[in-house]
């Protein structure tokens, strides 16, 4: 497989949940989109970041991705081959190379399970054959590969910080060498010292491994740090996709450029003098969005056009699309 | 006279496992109109430290130490005497605005109570009030929105709601104790605007208790950081971000990833976790994670101590050379 040759292709991805608005037996049944029509590409070694807030289908996405919920239309295709219709038999000799890391780090692991277990589990379920003692060598290499003393190999969960517990998850995730981890806010939950460890820890087994990520984050000063190219999303749609350095230095959205503005600096004299972005309001109901651009109820830059045309993906450059009627302006 | 004054604070909650340190030898003061940052990450003691003060302490905690509120000692205070002070002149706003607003109750009830307990107002010159305040906090349609349920609002409207309702009674004194940990980024900006503007507007001095550096440095005047239960750094706040003198202050910088740097190379980490509070090390509770340490760090407590410039820390170093 040539560099170029993307790992992952996703065309058009849909995921759409139906719903039950309020209203009791009143309520009526309605469509929720919560991911709908995105496409990108990740290639081999590279960090795609996707950004957005609460319930602009991230995290959905993630999961759609590594087929743990059903699409409802788009092709997931995986190094050449569609996989969105594959079953669960035909999905289970691809899933040793596609991983997934949680936010909370000790509820996604198993109480009553050392955490030799659970770092070894994969190898126990993928490869039967191999011997009880290359196994523990396995997973006592991983625990040193991310920074745990091989030596806990028999303690539980509940003994470990959640920075540790985070450890024991991408060791998990990374025990079958797999070709890419979906991240899912893998240091929201995680204090800023411990933050710093992780982000880290990401950075060098991926340079080391050779492995996709996708990290999922609502933390663009993270994202900025760790990916390659990143993917904004709101209310499910994508409003723009480009590479670091064209969405940080120029990005084109109002959406982005907002999210950009309002994160906080810890620079207090580039805190008084950053120029403010402020979005009225909140993000829309999914259940009720609004005609044309889902973005335009928040938009400082909004006009009638935005209620009436879906704004079309623009391609600034290779890496750079963004979905705006206004980002000339 | 300074606002609230705190000296030698306490805190000890008894557990199955033993006692644990939660607020150790905390002291500081704070003026009138003053806009304070308290930074540390979980487990520094940051919200004790208030809750301490507040009376809110959990059943098995109990505390030594004094705090004074223009001049009244708060620790110990009856129930009674508390309360006129709670919510009239001292507020305090929580990270979860949800479970903070009673689910039962509409907005309006929840708001016009305070006023009509505290000032004596009637029901009509209430309610009045009370809109006039979540129009003040930007709720569109306030005349509309007073009568709803806190379920009915988004949950940045909830922290609105909340300001609001701290606000009531011209407290003077606001504990922010992470109103925007739970928001997305672009609402948390709208809360952070709505503080400033406060800020601007009132003489009510703010305590904004927060993890992320960020967050204070467009916000306050002078900001305390934490670490295991003790303040170890205290400056304005443009010595904190660009003359930090603990370690731990240093290092808390340095790992922050930041939203304005494209370099893509390895933060500088703090090694190890913070503290047991059960158990404490001797000597500075930092050292152990410290890249400076040496051997009095190990057996002897750093006092807190002045060392110029409105600047206090807790470090037995006489000054930090950073290599650049």
């Keep these: 497989m040539s560099a170029a040759e993307p790992l992952l292709e996703v065309r058009d991805l849909k995921v759409h949940f139906s719903g039950k608005t309020r209203g009791g037996l009143m309520g009526k049944l309605t469509l929720l989109r919560a991911v709908d029509g995105i496409s990108f590409r990740v290639r081999p070694g590279e960090t795609l970041g996707v950004v957005g807030e609460s319930g602009c289908g991230k995290s959905t996405l993630g999961r759609a991705v590594l087929q743990l919920i059903p699409v409802t239309a788009g092709e997931v295709v995986w190094l050449g081959r569609p996989i969105q219709h594959l079953d669960a038999r035909e999905m289970r000799p691809l899933r040793r190379d596609m991983q997934i890391v949680f936010q909370d780090p000790l509820a996604a692991l198993d109480p009553r399970m050392t955490v030799g277990e659970i770092i070894g589990e994969p190898l126990d379920t993928f490869l039967p054959s191999i011997p009880k003692a290359e196994g523990k060598a396995r997973v006592q290499e991983m625990m040193a590969k991310v920074g745990l003393s091989p030596h806990m190999l028999n303690r539980y969960p509940h003994e470990f910080s959640g920075g540790q517990c985070q450890r024991i998850g991408i060791a998990r995730s990374m025990i079958l060498n797999p070709k890419l981890i979906v991240c899912d806010e893998p240091v929201s939950a995680l204090d800023v010292s411990i933050q710093a460890q992780i982000v880290n820890l990401l950075m060098r087994l991926q340079r080391e491994l050779g492995i996709s990520l996708i990290l999922i984050s609502h933390d663009l000063s993270v994202v900025r740090h760790i990916c390659h190219r990143i993917l904004v999303l709101y209310l499910g749609r994508m409003m723009e996709i480009a590479s670091r350095d064209e969405l940080y230095a120029s990005p084109r959205h109002p959406y982005t450029q907002a999210l950009i503005s309002a994160v906080p600096i810890p620079d207090p004299d580039l805190e008084a003098k950053k120029p403010r972005i402020m979005l009225g309001g909140d993000v829309h109901s999914p259940f009720d969005p609004p005609s044309g651009c889902l973005f335009r109820t928040r938009c400082p830059k909004a006009t009638a056009l935005c209620a009436e045309v879906v704004p079309p993906e623009d391609r600034l450059s290779e890496t750079h699309r963004v979905a705006c009627h206004h980002w000339r302006e | ?324």
């Design chain 2, 1 to 324: 006279m300074a606002l609230l004054t705190v000296s030698h604070l306490n805190t000890r909650f008894d557990t199955p496992e033993g006692e644990v340190k939660a607020v150790n030898d905390v002291s500081f003061t704070i003026a009138e109109g003053e806009t304070i940052g308290v930074v540390g990450e979980s487990g520094s003691g940051k919200s004790q430290v208030f809750l301490t003060i507040m009376g809110l302490l959990a059943a098995n905690g109990r505390a030594t130490g004094s705090a004074r509120f223009r001049g009244v000692e708060l620790l110990g205070l009856r129930t009674d005497e508390l309360n006129r002070i709670r919510g009239s002149r001292l507020a305090m706003i929580f990270q979860d605005s949800m479970t903070s607003l009673n689910p039962y109750l509409r907005i309006s009830r929840q708001m016009t109570e305070v006023l009509v307990t505290h000032r004596g107002l009637s029901e009509t010159e209430a309610r009045a009030q009370g809109i006039a305040l979540l129009e003040r906090v930007r709720i569109p349609d306030a005349a509309r929105r007073f009568d709803m349920y806190p379920h009915e609002f988004s949950g940045g409207m909830r922290q609105r709601v909340m300001i609001a309702m701290a606000l009531l009674c011209q407290p003077d004194l606001l504990i922010a104790d992470e109103p925007t940990t739970a928001l997305d980024v672009t609402i948390q900006a709208q809360i952070l605007e709505l503080m400033r503007e406060l800020k601007r507007s009132s003489n009510t001095a703010i305590i904004m208790i927060t993890h992320a550096l960020g967050v204070v440095a467009g916000l306050c005047d002078r900001v305390l950081v934490m670490y295991g239960g003790r303040i170890v750094e205290e400056a304005p706040v443009r010595q904190i971000f660009y003359e930090p003198q603990h370690p731990y202050t240093h290092g808390l910088l340095r790992s922050t990833p930041r939203l304005d740097e494209a370099d893509a190379s390895e933060l500088r980490t703090i090694p190890g976790q913070p503290p047991n509070l059960q158990r404490l090390p001797p000597g500075c509770a930092f050292n152990e994670r410290c890249a400076w340490r040496f051997e009095r760090c190990r057996v002897e407590e750093p006092a807190f101590r002045e060392i110029g410039h409105g600047q206090r820390k807790a470090c037995h170093l006489e000054h930090l050379e950073v290599p650049s």
